[in-house]
T-cell receptor
Framework: DSGVTQTPKHLITATGQRVTLRCSPRSGDLSVYWYQQSLDQGLQFLIQYYNGEERAKGNILERFSAQQFPDLHSELNLSSLELGDSALYFC????????????FGPGTRLTVT | AQSVTQLGSHVSVSEGALVLLRCNYS??????LFWYVQYPNQGLQLLLKYTTGATLVKGINGFEAEFKKSETSFHLTKPSAHMSDAAEYFC???????????FGPGTSLSVIP
């Protein structure tokens, strides 16, 4: 158990819908990262937050957004969902701004039908 | 731009045999290098990392990797495979400790009894 929690574990929704994925980092970790893992794209970095502020952006679509709240939990919002958004979404956390070691949550499996 | 290649999307070894998973990177500067492991239905877990100093890095579960700058490689090895080593292995690179981490496509390791 990494100490990072993600909810929900599974999510099934229809095209065009909007969903919110939630992540609670390890106690004391200030940085949260979001990744998308799919068979065709592999593991793709989406976005990083540090202590409530966006620090780095990766291959995140405009339809996707994220935020980190004062209690340090983070939410990833996916809107206007398409079939191709079906994937495993991971959250990871680390103690600081460095990316030395990230602790990954168990992931949320999103299925868009 | 940084990139990571992992030769062999799938590797099979016999129990007790040497494990060798290959990773090559491209980076304009000396990188930080990581190996992560993903067991079925779980998030990723850090196996080992290279930042600076000794080029032979020892990690958890008996794994080690050697940074070879001249070959731009960071291959992962384990002298004797266990059944419990069956998993997906990801090599990753970061340009600095503040930069995003780029993951390779992964290598699936099977261990044959």
């Amino acid at each position: 158990d990494s100490g990072v929690t993600q909810t929900p574990k599974h999510l099934i929704t229809a095209t065009g819908q909007r969903v919110t994925l939630r992540c609670s980092p390890r106690s004391g970790d200030l940085s949260v990262y979001w990744y998308q893992q799919s068979l065709d794209q592999g593991l793709q970095f989406l976005i990083q937050y540090y202590n409530g502020e966006e620090r780095a952006k990766g291959n995140i679509l405009e339809r996707f957004s994220a935020q980190q709240f004062p209690d340090l939990h983070s939410e990833l919002n996916l809107s206007s969902l398409e079939l191709g958004d079906s994937a495993l979404y991971f959250c990871a956390s680390s103690p600081g701004r460095t990316l030395y070691e990230q602790y990954f949550g168990p992931g949320t499996r999103l299925t868009v039908t | 731009a940084q990139s990571v290649t992992q030769l062999g999307s799938h590797v099979s070894v016999s129990e007790g045999a040497l494990v060798l998973l290959r990773c090559n990177y491209s980076s304009s500067v000396p990188p930080y290098l990581f190996w992560y492991v993903q067991y079925p239905n779980q998030g990723l877990q850090l196996l080992l990392k290279y930042t600076t100093g000794a080029t032979l890095v020892k990690g958890i579960n008996g794994f080690e990797a050697e940074f070879k700058k001249s070959e731009t490689s960071f291959h992962l090895t384990k002298p004797s495979a266990h059944m419990s080593d069956a998993a997906e292995y990801f090599c990753a690179v970061s340009k600095t400790s503040y930069d995003k981490v780029i993951f390779g496509p992964g290598t699936s390791l099977s261990v044959i009894p």
